[in-house]
């Protein structure tokens, strides 16, 4: 059974930071590469980062450049997204995505940015 588990959400003031992880299960996690999306109310569904299957190479959506680091540990089957400097604009649900020859989607983490 294929699961992605965000954690890491919540309630943070401007300028501050959050780390969110997405645990991986049933499937063959290093073969796959990962995603975090995120989807704020009445907008659609935006790439944040995106990182290959063994970590050589990651991408970042304009808007995140130089705050935003994904990583990722295969050997815990895990993905991480480090968010640095927060804005009220990153309010969204964040979602891990993996994609390979399937894609699979977590349930979502919400991330709320407010003073």
């Known amino acids: 059974q294929v699961q992605l588990v965000e954690s890491g959400g919540g309630l943070v003031q401007p300028g501050g930071s959050l780390r969110l992880s997405c645990a991986a299960s049933g499937f063959t996690f290093s073969s796959y590469a990962m995603s975090w999306y995120r989807q704020a109310p009445g907008k659609e569904r935006e790439l944040v980062a995106r990182?290959?299957?063994?970590?050589?190479?990651?991408n970042y959506g304009d808007s995140v450049k130089g705050r935003f680091t994904i990583s990722r540990d295969n050997a815990k089957n895990t993905v991480y997204l480090q968010m640095n400097s927060l804005k009220p604009e990153d309010t969204a649900v964040y979602y891990c995505?993996?994609?390979?020859?399937?894609?699979?989607w977590g349930q979502g983490t919400q991330v709320t940015v407010s003073s």
């Open positions: 990182i290959t299957s063994a970590g050589a190479v990651t």
């Open positions: 995505k993996a994609s390979w020859v399937f894609a699979y």
